[in-house]
């Protein structure tokens, strides 16, 4: 008597089943908090975020100068990146190059142009 038998219909062996996270739980969470965007800063403004937040004087210094080449920099408690763009002068045919700062901090960003 040869006994045979048949897999369950139920059964995907093609993918194994996996319980997806919740879409609100931890794990879907991005790892930032909060998102400061500045526009136009002043020096005193500068000088405030380098106090509130530890800036290095030369990462303030960077962003004072507004034509810092493009770069990447890792300090202890934040990372400073720098892109460059071309943005079209309203109202003409002229573009200007503009830089974009962003110093990344452990739940927070804080993006400068």
């Known amino acids: 008597n040869k006994s045979t038998s048949v897999p369950p219909s139920n059964v995907n062996y093609e993918h194994p089943t996996e319980e ?54 890792e300090y202890s408690s934040y990372m400073y990146l720098v892109f460059n763009e071309r943005q079209r002068v309203p109202n003409s045919n002229r573009y200007r190059d503009v830089n974009l700062n962003v110093l990344l901090f452990p739940g927070i960003i804080i993006s400068i142009h």
């Open 20 to 73: 997806k996270p919740h879409p609100e739980s931890e794990e879907n969470q991005l790892p930032y908090r909060y998102w400061v965007d500045i526009l136009n800063p002043t020096n005193g403004q500068i000088e405030d975020l380098q106090q509130a937040y530890g800036v290095h004087p030369l990462t303030s210094e960077d962003i004072l100068i507004r034509g810092t080449r493009e770069k990447l920099e």
